[in-house]
């Protein structure tokens, strides 16, 4: 059984920077692809950036390229989620999606999910 906990989430001021991790555990979490997606209450979930199992190649959404940046520690399943230059439309529950198969995390088809942190940008 896989688990997956994000942390890092809170409230910062735009231009600022957040990081955000997130931990997977179990016999297998290290041959998984994860991303992030976002969500805004009323909304679907929506992709943010995903890494292949071997930490390339990588995705983002075009409202963040430029500014986000996903890596990964193969070694300690471990993704994290650097985000400059926060913008208020950045305000999200973010969540860690882990998925054996890197095009289906994309499609969000069965992933297995985390609790959720929440981003805010305001001043």
């Known amino acids: 059984q896989v688990q997956v906990v994000e942390s890092g989430g809170g409230l910062v001021q735009p231009g600022g920077s957040l990081i955000l991790s997130c931990a997977a555990s179990?016999?297998?979490?290290?041959?998984?692809?994860m991303g992030w997606f976002r969500q805004v209450p009323g909304k679907g979930r929506e992709l943010v950036a995903a890494?292949?199992?071997?930490?390339?190649?990588?995705y983002y959404a075009d409202s963040v390229k430029g500014r986000f940046t996903i890596s990964r520690e193969i070694a300690k399943s471990t993704m994290y989620l650097q985000m400059n230059s926060l913008k208020p439309e950045d305000t999200a529950v973010y969540y860690c999606?882990?998925?054996?198969?890197?095009?289906?995390?994309?499609?969000?088809?069965?992933?297995?999910w985390g609790q959720g942190t929440q981003v805010t940008v305001s001043s």
């Open positions: 890494i292949t199992w071997s930490g390339g190649p990588t």
């Open positions: 999606a882990l998925h054996s198969s890197y095009d289906q995390l994309r499609r969000n088809l069965n992933n297995i």
């Open positions: 179990g016999r297998t979490a290290v041959n998984y692809a």
